[in-house]
């Protein structure tokens, strides 16, 4: 599992460094023979589509955590604090991946379905506390 953090990390330092090549400012700032080469090498190469996928593939690995969160039933297994900041992070990111793609609306309706979904399968997980009579 540290190679791919490591790799994420790897990749994440190069999608920095490729950010500000994909800024549109930028772009238009090159002539239009190196912006048909671009678009050429990146429509041609399926680059776009790769990267497309690998994106699809981190959205689902967040996923299927959720999921391995929410099924977790012993109490002393689970650190419900960190699970609930990590759950609060996948959210944001899930969040973030989605609305890249989607129009705000569309955004809107998929954070309330996430938020939803964890507050359900977390309820549904954590040992329920009963009160005695007389015990505050």
Not at 36 to 65: E, M, P
Request: net charge neutral; hydrophobic share 40%; charged share 25%.
């Amino acid at each position: 599992m540290e190679d791919i953090s490591n790799r994420i990390t790897k990749l994440t330092q190069e999608l920095r460094a490729l950010h500000a090549q994909l800024d549109w400012r930028t772009f238009q700032s090159y002539g239009p023979e190196t912006q048909d080469r671009v678009l050429s090498d990146l429509l041609n190469t399926g680059i776009g589509h790769d990267l497309k996928q690998a994106i699809d593939l981190f959205s689902q690995f967040l996923w299927c955590y959720i999921e391995s969160a929410a099924a977790r039933t012993s109490a002393d297994e689970v650190d419900y604090a960190q699970q609930s900041i990590r759950l609060a992070q996948i959210t944001e990111l899930l969040r973030l991946l989605h609305h890249s793609a989607c129009p705000l609306v569309d955004s809107l309706a998929f954070v309330e379905h996430t938020a939803v979904t964890v507050h359900r399968r977390s309820e549904a997980r954590q040992p329920r506390r009963v009160l005695k009579k007389g015990i505050a």
